[in-house]
């Protein structure tokens, strides 16, 4: 396993809670009534301004501070979880570095990353296969346990899922590319193709050697 930016347990589950629970002070209405709403996406938190039939112009100007201090907790609390605020990004620098340092080259460093990657798909698809091909609760067990199973079993999934997205936010890429390449990556696994594309996508030898020479160039490290 690579030394990915820092994760929480309850990575992928509870992702919403754990924010609240780290924040106790926010209020999900601003004093002159505008609501706020969280979403998670690959385990992080999103954050919507509702707005309702009587939201006005100016309940929206009067809670701008207000709104600005939820833009800034979740914006910081992601930051964390991203692993950016305690060093993450720096030990993934480190173990590239390290690597390259080994003499693996850019290619040979692209594809073991493009191998993990390919690792956490196989992972969530076989944790949705086990999950769909649950026979459900029997005699033999209670409908406590099988969805205590079902939750295991999804829990591995979102695990997997938000680990692949993770390395790749890292590394640079979007929303958007990451998503292309989940759904690529799980076509390819299903056809038992994902072996044969690995060597340079979706992280190129590119791509890592313009990462690790910027990340050098932050850190005053020279190159290999």
């Known amino acids: 396993m690579f030394a990915i930016p820092d994760q929480k347990k309850d990575y992928g589950g509870g992702v919403i809670e754990k924010f609240l629970i780290e924040n106790p002070d926010l209020r999900f209405k601003s004093p002159s009534g505008v609501n ?4 998670e996406s690959f385990g992080f938190v999103e954050l919507m301004i509702r707005v309702d039939p009587n939201t006005t112009i100016n309940s929206l100007r009067d809670s ?33 570095d390290s690597l390259n340092k080994d003499k693996y080259s850019y290619g040979e460093i692209a594809e073991l990353v493009n191998s993990e990657l390919v690792e956490w798909i196989e992972s969530a698809m076989l944790a949705r296969q086990n999950m769909e091909l649950s026979p459900g609760p029997s005699p033999e067990m209670d409908f406590e346990t099988w969805k205590n199973e079902q939750w295991k079993f999804r829990f591995s999934e979102l695990t997997a899922i938000s680990n692949f997205h993770l390395l790749l936010r890292t590394l640079g890429f979007d929303n958007k590319e990451i998503g292309h390449w989940k759904d690529t990556l799980s076509k390819e696994v299903k056809l038992q193709k994902s072996k044969i594309q690995i060597k340079d996508e979706p992280v190129s030898r590119e791509k890592i050697r313009n990462w690790l020479e910027h990340r050098r160039k932050r850190s005053n490290v020279g190159g290999v």
């Open 64 to 96: 701008g501070s207000w709104i600005i201090e939820w833009r800034d907790r979740v914006h910081t609390w992601n930051r964390t979880r991203l692993g950016l605020g305690d060093n993450g990004e720096n030990r993934l620098f480190a173990h590239l």
């Open 36 to 39: 706020i709403e969280l979403i």
